[in-house]
């Protein structure tokens, strides 16, 4: 009769198994949750490298969407620089320590005038201001206040940047959803909860995604 070799200890070994068998089940539930919630598959666009489209902004803050429109902040800055003037009654003097203490504030942005003068938008978000609120992209018509916007832009020549402050992920993905489905390019720039957005020289060069 052959002699028997020492017992194996299976254990660890079937700890092991029990673990990854649970972080698998966990997986397929959180799997399972996320897909029940859409509604809508948008297939992700490919990558688009050409440089010959211009932006058009909008920014995600607050749970809410905003729009970053560079011909209503230019407005804005010439009718604010032509009112000084006549404050001042062309004073140069006057009318650079004037606009050093001057700040504009454009649809839920506070602008720097100083640096605007030099054709650099510096933009700080306004804490109570309120976005539009984006919750279901298939029910925006052209209408509503994003679909309008949207449906101004012309996607062979324009793509869209979306700047997104941490707690409005949610809604940067119905906008990004629905421009998607307007045949626009997407570029997306994350941003911290307050830091400014700056546009302008001395910026980095944006594409779209």
């Not at 397929?28 to 996320?34: A, E, R, S, V």
């Not at 006057?94 to 605007?116: H, M, N, P, V, W």
Request: hydrophobic share 40%; with cysteine.
């Amino acid at each position: 009769m052959a002699a028997k070799g020492p017992a194996m200890d299976l254990s660890s070994f079937t700890d092991i198994l029990t673990c990854m068998l649970g972080i698998l089940i966990l997986i397929i539930i959180l799997t399972g949750i996320d897909a029940s919630q859409i509604t809508v598959l948008v297939s992700t666009p490919m990558e688009h490298t050409g440089d010959d489209k211009s932006p058009a902004f909008f920014e995600c803050r607050n749970h809410g969407l905003f729009h970053i429109s560079l011909d209503v902040i230019k407005n804005a800055v010439d009718a604010k620089t032509e009112q000084i003037r006549e404050q001042v009654e062309d004073s140069e003097t006057e009318f650079l320590k004037t606009a050093s203490q001057t700040q504009l504030e454009i649809e839920g942005q506070r602008l720097d005038y100083t640096f605007a003068l030099m054709g650099r938008y510096v933009l700080f978000p306004i804490e109570e201001a309120e976005g539009y609120q984006l919750t279901r992209f298939m029910d925006e018509t052209e209408s509503m206040w994003y679909g309008s916007r949207l449906a101004e832009l012309d996607p062979q020549t324009q793509f869209i940047c979306f700047f997104v402050r941490p707690d409005s992920y949610k809604i940067f993905q119905q906008a990004r959803a629905l421009a998607w489905l307007r045949g626009f390019n997407v570029s997306v720039e994350l941003q911290d909860e307050k830091n400014p957005i700056m546009i302008g020289p001395g910026g980095d060069r944006i594409y779209s995604q």
